[in-house]
């Protein structure tokens, strides 16, 4: 990303800032700001908040393109600074998503054990491997898929949330500190605060489930915040050394669909050692496997997507 001299820091700082807020209170916006009746069902609820966290996103584009110090405005130049790209796609999406599976490897490990014993079942049940067992599995499988495709919750955690807000704390945000000067550890770290806080609209709904107990709530909404930021300072990693917006996009998805990573069970030591293990092999891949000339193609002496080539990041 070329820049120019225009942004200050604490203008950076204040414009993430602002974008956050938008974010949170667009939500509530419906009934505090226009006064519309409560939704009647979950379905509408949902979609009315689909719907304003859609609008906050694309308010916080255009904002972040009137603030950024950019040489060039074409759209085209514009969704590059936003990371929406379409070269090197599947590397995007199939190196990422290994390297975030890795963290989840006691969980697979724990899934694939409860498929094994559905299996152990049915052949000691006498049914074996059959055409007819292999048909309902398949028949199960699908009507989860139908299931999940018609679920708003579902649509809340794998499509709307985790689009919304990489476009918001990723795609705009970063690009925003780094016109501001800030190094890149200070953008890794300060995103993910500004993510975490972003969910304390949730202590509320939290405090309600929890009968009303301060310690369980803040127990509950403090787990959170400290997973947000770890995965907010993983996803801003990931668009940084990739210049892609899908590369935290699918490793968003995932994380919303595998939920926290299990790290052991009482009946058996491999889902341990396989957390390990993983973990193990995801911090020695995670700097290779984000090397962004495996993303970029090389311009201008320079490999990567914004020009921070000379970054301890990059090197």
């Known amino acids: 990303m070329e820049q120019e001299t225009g942004l200050s820091k604490p ?29 009647s069902s979950l379905k509408e609820f949902m979609i009315r908040r689909f719907i304003c966290a859609t609008m906050s996103s694309f308010i ?13 405005r074409e759209a085209t130049y ?10 090197h796609l599947w590397q ?9 599976c890795l963290m989840y490897a006691g969980s697979l ?29 398949l028949q199960n499988f699908l009507a989860g898929l139908s299931s999940t495709a018609s679920n708003v919750l ?10 919304t807000e990489e476009l918001v704390f990723r795609a705009c945000m970063i690009p925003l500190l780094f016109c501001g000067g800030f190094e890149t550890y200070v953008v890794i770290l300060l995103c993910p605060i500004l993510f975490s806080l ?9 405090y309600g489930r929890q009968n009303y107990s301060l310690l369980k709530a803040f127990m509950v909404v403090g787990l959170q915040l400290g997973y947000t930021v770890i ?29 926290l990573p299990m790290l052991f069970v009482r009946r058996t030591g491999m889902v341990s050692l396989a957390f390990i293990a993983g973990t193990v092999a995801f911090i020695c891949l995670l700097c290779p496997v984000t090397q962004p000339h495996l993303y970029n193609d090389g311009t201008n002496d320079c490999e990567c997507w914004h020009g921070y080539c000379s970054s301890n990041l990059n090197s």
Not at 16 to 36: E, H, K, N, S, W
Not at 115 to 134: A, P, R, T, Y
Not at 232 to 254: D, M, Q, W
């Open 60 to 72: 916080s584009l255009v904002f972040c393109a009137l603030l950024l110090p950019l040489r060039r």
């Open 198 to 206: 972003s969910h304390l609209n949730h202590w509320m709904e939290i």
């Open 231 to 259: 995965f907010g300072s993983y996803a801003s990693f990931l668009f940084i050394r990739t210049g892609h917006l899908v590369a935290p996009l699918v490793a968003h998805i995932f994380c919303n669909f595998m939920g």
């Open 92 to 100: 995007a999406v199939v190196f990422p998503l290994s390297l975030t």
């Open 109 to 137: 490990v724990f899934k694939s054990l409860l498929l094994v014993d559905s299996w152990k079942e049915h052949m000691h049940q006498g049914e074996g491997i059959s055409l007819n067992c292999i048909k309902d599995i």
């Open 78 to 87: 514009l969704f590059r600074v936003y990371g929406i790209r379409l070269d």
């Open 11 to 39: 203008v950076a700082v204040i414009a993430c800032a602002t974008m956050a807020f938008l974010y949170v209170a667009i939500l509530y916006a419906p009934t505090l700001i226009l006064r519309l009746p409560a939704p």
């Open 154 to 163: 579902a649509w809340r955690n794998y499509v709307v949330a985790p689009l």
